[in-house]
């Protein structure tokens, strides 16, 4: 993955993101729409061949990169929880 800043503003971010499609973008903006700092967030997915991804995130209060992180931390503490269980359950 590589991640490309496009724009960015005090409140507002839009970030190219290679080599990622919707698995990934997709449970990002569901967590970042749970922050109540965040105003909105979506991504575009483009021409699949012509285009890479590019998710927009902008904020009520705070930075739009802050947003960004605890996002991913929280989504990579999620699943690091069900790698868990599944490794406990697999034994």
Do not use: W
Request: proline fraction near 4%.
């Amino acid at each position: 993955m590589e991640l490309k800043l496009l724009n960015k503003s005090k409140d507002m971010m839009e970030i190219e993101v290679k080599g990622e499609d919707e698995t990934l973008l997709y449970p990002l903006q569901q967590k970042l729409l749970q922050d109540e700092s965040v105003e909105y967030a979506t991504y575009i997915m483009g021409h699949p061949l012509l285009d890479h991804p590019k998710l927009v995130v902008k904020v009520k209060e705070g930075k739009p990169q802050n947003a960004l992180k605890r996002a991913a931390k929280a989504l990579a503490n999620q699943y690091k929880e069900c790698l868990t269980l599944f490794q406990k359950e697999s034994k």
